[in-house]
């Protein structure tokens, strides 16, 4: 490669690095983090779940046809 051509590290890009790579170490599992796992965990893909079986819905009764059976519906 191209001599004289030094990289130079970011200090902060090496820190969240570092972070990343020590995440079991570092990782408490208190309210918040209970509180983030709910969230995305089962609220988030629930509403999405909700909106796309909704939306189903609503094109099949624009269409005539009648409401299909989901999952949980």
Same mark, same amino acid.
Do not use: S
């Given at each position: 490669?191209?001599?004289?051509?030094?990289?130079?590290?970011?200090?902060? @890009?090496?820190?969240? =690095?570092?972070?990343? /790579?020590?995440?079991?170490?570092t990782f408490r599992f208190n309210r918040r983090t209970l509180t983030l796992a709910i969230i995305f965990g089962i609220a988030v893909p629930y @509403?999405?779940?909700? =909106?796309?079986?909704? /939306?189903?819905?609503?094109?099949?009764?624009?269409?005539?046809?009648?409401?299909?059976?989901?999952?949980?519906?």
């Open positions: 490669m191209a001599g004289g051509m030094e990289v130079h590290k970011n200090r902060y @890009v090496e820190d969240w =690095g570092t972070a990343r /790579e020590n995440l079991e170490k @509403v999405t779940y909700r =909106g796309i079986v909704a /939306e189903f819905n609503k094109q099949d009764e624009l269409a005539g046809r009648p409401p299909r059976k989901f999952l949980g519906a």
